[in-house]
């Protein structure tokens, strides 16, 4: 209102000029010069209302890394005529396919609505928070200024891990060789049959406290009911978050390609009725939940699903992977098929090596899924590289690091440029049954 009170003011005044020149010469089409800026002034001054603008952008609450979904967006304009920009939100993470989020139009003055679409695809896992959409304003007359309005998105989308699909009959549901049947078989799912009372662990259930029996402890300490397990057997993945797990791109690296092998080899278990079990190493924070306690069915899929979201790489100097109180636990109880997801890199070789042995020595079968991110990191140096024949180069020195791993250690070699998940699910698979 400042800038047209000046452009009023000097109007008005230039008007006032021209009457007294058509008096003095006596000029009676003087008197137009008078009526034009008047009419110019009231018009401008009509069409400086600033816009309206208002936006829906419909995004879906969940996704999936990978796969592509519409988002249709809807503007609604009331105010002056003109050129409009609008720049609709494109979160962290996604890439935009197709159809442009940018467009300009021509709006006449008044209440108008345009709507557009546009595709992405997510390309990380985790909870996004959508951007404010941008409107820029270009109006018909010069003398008004542009103007950018922006227009707030307070919604988020969660984008869910990449899953492979694999048929349910490509596992065995019952137990193998490696695990004998025994009076006492403990490799599957608590049952309701009373084994024992012995002291609390960490990683214990606190629904399993014997309270009464915890009161008449001689030392105070807490005592649980131990119970039987069924005969199906136990599975725990151990996925590595080190320093070696970054290489590549955020978006595409070792880590990424764990978390979704995980969660699609998890949600295939379980399906079968089977116990899974998830922790993470390195660990260093005593209040950060590193573990998931083996157990089957829907919910521990949602609660395995859930922690592999919030797992980043810790980059802290001096890694140590070490099994803690609850994982030895586990692994001396059930004897379960082991997992570790990795990168065999110089720096973790020999705290792979111990906890590997750590395993073995609890009576678990241990296979390492050995993430190579040298056909990934050649894939974004452009397309002079062969990503083939980069990952072929350093297999030799991969071979060297692999013969200072324990023998009953079953390695497979994992690049992810040439192999998908499902055909690393069924190598697993495979040497599982064996």
Not at 194 to 211: A, E, K, T, V
Request: one cysteine or more; a positive charge; charged letters at 20%.
């Amino acid at each position: 209102m400042k800038r047209w009170g000046k452009s009023l003011l000097s109007l008005f005044t230039l008007a006032g000029g021209m009457v007294v020149v058509a008096v003095v010469s006596s000029v009676p089409y003087l008197a137009a010069a008078i009526i034009f800026p008047l009419l110019a002034v009231g018009f401008l001054y009509i069409e400086d209302e600033p816009p309206q603008i208002t936006s829906k952008v419909d995004f879906p609450a969940d996704a999936r890394v990978g796969q592509k979904f519409e988002v249709k967006s809807e503007i609604s304009v009331r105010g002056q005529s003109g050129l409009y920009m609008f720049s609709f939100p494109v979160p962290h993470h996604f890439m935009r396919e197709g159809k442009s989020n940018v467009h300009l139009v021509f709006l006449q003055k008044g209440a108008r609505e345009a709507r557009f679409t546009y595709d992405l695809i997510p390309m990380r896992r985790g909870r996004m928070q959508v951007p404010d959409t941008l409107a820029f304003t270009f109006p018909v007359y010069a003398v008004m200024n542009t103007s950018e309005t922006v227009i707030p998105n307070r919604s988020s989308v969660v984008v869910q891990p990449s899953l492979s699909m694999i048929s349910r009959n490509t596992i065995r549901t019952k137990a193998t060789r490696f695990f004998p049947k025994s009076a006492n078989s403990r490799v599957g799912p608590i049952s309701t049959d009373f084994n024992s009372l012995r002291n609390y662990m960490h990683g214990d259930s606190f629904r399993s406290i014997n309270w009464k029996a915890s009161a008449r402890s001689p030392t105070g300490s807490l005592i649980v009911n131990d119970y039987f397990r069924e005969g199906l057997r136990n599975f725990v993945f151990i996925s590595d978050r080190g320093n070696t797990m970054k290489l590549g791109t955020r978006e595409d690296n070792p880590l990424e390609h764990s978390i979704s092998f995980i969660l699609s080899y998890s949600r295939l278990l379980l399906r079968n009725g089977f116990n899974v079990g998830i922790w993470k190493v390195p660990a260093w924070l005593s209040r950060e939940r590193t573990f998931i306690m083996p157990n089957s069915g829907t919910d521990q899929y949602n609660r395995i699903r859930d922690f592999l979201m919030r797992t980043e790489i810790r980059s802290t100097p001096n890694q140590k992977y070490t099994l803690n109180s609850g994982l030895s636990r586990v692994l001396g109880e059930t004897r379960p098929a082991v997992y570790l997801t990795t990168n065999v890199e110089r720096e973790n070789l020999d705290q792979l090596n111990n906890l590997v042995d750590s395993c073995l020595k609890l009576g678990s079968t241990v296979f390492l899924i050995d993430i190579v991110p040298y056909g990934i990191i050649a894939k974004y140096q452009g397309g002079s590289i062969d990503t083939h024949g980069i990952s072929s180069l350093f297999m030799g020195s991969r071979k060297q690091r692999y013969s200072t791993i324990s023998r009953r250690c079953r390695i497979i070699t994992w690049d992810p440029v040439e192999q998908t998940v499902g055909n690393v699910l069924s190598r697993a698979m495979g040497m599982t049954r064996g």
